[in-house]
Structures are given as C-alpha cells and as structure tokens.
C-alpha cells in the first residue's frame, strides 16, 4: 500500500487501464466457457444479476445512493428504457454471436463498434464526414470480410446469422452510448438503474426460451465472473484511469491490446488455433478505428474511452 501511494496520478492511471483492459480480454473466454453449460438468456439473467449486485455495492461506496432516490420520475423511466437496450437487446444478440461463432471470429467482428459509432454519429449527430472516416470504414469492412470468409473473400460466410449478430451487436451498443452521451456525470446511476431493471425482463425471456438449465459451479462462476467484469466493477476502473491521468489519449490507447491480448486467453484457454485471417482481419478493423480516432471523430474518441 505504501508503494502503491509513492506512485504518482499518471501512474495509477496507467495501472488501472491495464488493469481493466486485462480483465476486458478474458471476458471473450468467459463467454464460451459459460456458453458451453447455459444457454445465451440463461447467462445473461444471471451475469445480469451479479453485475447489478456488484454496481450497487460500488456506486454505493461512491455515494450515489442519494443520487438514484433523488431522480425525477421522467429520468428514472428513461434509464429504465435504456435497460431494454443495454443489457437486455445488445447481451442478447452478442451472446447468440457468440453462441454461434468461434470466439476469434466473435470477438474481433463485435469489436468494429466505434466504426459503427462514427458512421451512427455522422448520421444522427450530424457530425462532418471527412476522407479519413471513409478509408477506416473500408479498412473496417475488410477486416470484417476477411474474418467472416476465413480468407475466401468471394466465397459465401460459412456462418452468416452469427456474422450478423455479432456486427448487429456493435450497432445496438453505438445507438445505446449515443443516447448516453448527455450522461457523462451520471453514468454510474444510469447504468445501477438499467440493469436492476431490467432482471424481470431477462428472468421473462430465460422462461419463454425454455427455462434456465444450469448444470454445476463452472457455468454459474462464469457468468457471475461476465456480470461482475464484462458489465460492472472494470468499467469503473477504466473511468477511475481516465479521471487520474492527465493525457486520456494515451489511456484509450491502451485499450487497442485488449483484442490481441484476448486471442491470447482464446487460444490457451478455449484451445481455439487462432487463424492468420482472424489477426489479419484483426489488424485491419483496428487499423480503421485509429484511423477514425486519429480524424477525431469525437463519439469515437469520447466513447471508447467508456468501454
């Protein structure tokens, strides 16, 4: 504790940036492990759960208690309709993706989010459409064709449903942090109130789609192992990082490991070979979101550093 206090604000920056990016990596893994015993809406009632739990126990410490009592009616509904989109439509489609897919395939195809967020922000916040957005969205779409086909560009997508879900699925957390975008201060309490209301809904879903079928501790810890890290707790320590540094380009940059450093876990955990199309493709869709970020789209900058 003594050291930890001898190092300086950018230093506990960079500490807790890769702290969260290391965790963020394992999340793909954790998926399949738990995709492996549950079905998609059965983890996600119960990552849902756990994660509702934990943002409780941390916006309590913050103090935000008093500030979800003291919420408008108008906003407290908003937040709750924020819920419909985040966790229950966008873990719903991205754990179907997974479900379907290769967690190399996956992982990287969710991962062209902040393209998506640019192309949505030029659209919905008229932001300017400059040359260098439309050369990373090229970059972007190659690397997802070169996943998608494993290398065979004109051949058919061997599995195109999943290929769908899992780009849908950047699409539905573009729209759900472009409605964020006026929440900055209160994030924390958005996303408290988003989840916790939205566990009746998921509980419904688990039931329609058959019943929860939970089969021993390693499916039960996995999905309380997404809801805590994938949902809750990291995303504090990314703020937290972003908060204490004074340069958060150099924090968002960092977050560019987290798709390498998952293939990692992917291959020694799951024992997925990962595939030279898949760290080609890889490539590509980060060489197009630096790409944007080095444009300075703003939603690309502002917002990865939320994820």
């Not at 690397?143 to 699409?171: E, H, Q, W, Y």
């Not at 890889?282 to 939603?299: E, Q």
């Amino acid at each position: 504790m003594h050291l930890f206090g001898l190092v300086n604000d950018q230093g506990k920056a960079y500490l807790f940036a890769l702290t969260a990016v290391a965790i963020w990596s394992t999340v793909a893994t954790a998926f399949k492990i738990a995709l492996g015993y549950l079905d998609p809406y059965t983890l996600l009632f119960i990552a849902t759960c756990a994660s509702s739990l934990s943002l409780l126990i941390v916006v309590s410490l913050n103090g935000g208690i008093s500030r979800v009592r003291n919420l408008p009616p108008l906003r407290l509904l908003k937040f709750c309709i924020l819920g419909t989109l985040n966790p229950v439509l966008y873990y719903v489609v991205l754990f179907n993706a997974y479900d379907l897919l290769k967690a190399q395939e996956a992982q990287p195809l969710n991962y062209t989010w902040p393209m998506i967020m640019g192309l949505l922000s030029i659209v919905f916040l008229k932001e300017r459409l400059r040359a260098l957005n439309i050369a990373a969205l090229f970059l972007g779409f190659a690397g997802v064709m070169v996943i998608s086909t494993k290398g065979f560009l004109f051949s058919d997508v061997p599995n195109a449903m999943g290929v769908v879900l899992a780009l849908s699925s950047g699409i539905l957390w573009s729209i759900y942090w472009i409605a964020m975008l006026k929440e900055r201060r209160d994030r924390d309490v958005v996303m408290l109130v988003s989840f916790v209301s939205s566990i009746p809904i998921l509980a419904v879903i688990a039931l329609i789609a058959g019943g929860p079928t939970i089969t021993g501790i390693i499916p039960i810890g996995a999905a309380i192992y997404v809801g805590i890290f994938e949902m809750g707790v990291t995303f504090f320590l990314w703020m937290r990082a972003l908060t204490l540094s004074s340069n958060t380009t150099r924090i968002t940059s960092l977050i560019y490991l987290g798709p390498f450093l998952s293939l990692v876990f992917i291959n020694l955990i799951l024992g997925e070979k990962i595939l030279l199309t898949t760290l080609a493709g890889l490539v590509l869709i980060t060489a197009g979101i630096a790409l944007h970020s080095w444009a300075r789209v703003p939603p690309s900058m502002k917002v990865k550093a939320d994820r």
